[in-house]
């Protein structure tokens, strides 16, 4: 088991900058795929992004890809989602979640460990 703590959510407007980050505990994370994933109102969760346990593979949604970047700083057991250029469609509760397998893939069902979310609000 793992366990995840999202933080750095918040409020924001269009064209603004986060930077989200998820602790994690309990394994060891260097072995753990990593994914950010997001849910808005009305909307089933969604991929948003993913890295390998070393970080030599990435994968990004359409949506996101050249504005937001996934990494990784294994030494501190942390992750974290570089959001820029922010849009209101990016307003979505965003979490963290954990995989129990070396590749990086899409699906929510892939992963076994979420986190409880952290709210981003993006306004026009």
């Known amino acids: 088991q793992v366990q995840l703590v999202e933080s750095g959510g918040g409020l924001v407007q269009a064209g603004g900058s986060l930077r989200l980050s998820c602790a994690a505990s309990?394994?060891?994370?260097?072995?753990?795929?990593m994914g950010w994933f997001r849910q808005a109102p009305g909307k089933e969760r969604e991929f948003v992004a993913a890295?390998?346990?070393?970080?030599?593979?990435?994968d990004y949604a359409d949506s996101v890809k050249g504005r937001f970047t996934i990494s990784r700083d294994n030494a501190k057991n942390t992750l974290y989602l570089q959001m820029n250029s922010l849009k209101p469609e990016d307003t979505a509760v965003y979490y963290c979640?954990?995989?129990?397998?070396?590749?990086?893939?899409?699906?929510?069902?892939?992963?076994?460990?979420w986190g409880q979310g952290t709210q981003v609000t993006v306004s026009s």
């Open positions: 979640a954990a995989r129990n397998h070396f590749t990086v893939i899409r699906a929510t069902a892939g992963y076994d460990n």
């Open positions: 309990g394994r060891t994370f260097s072995r753990i795929t």
């Open positions: 890295i390998s346990g070393i970080g030599e593979n990435t």
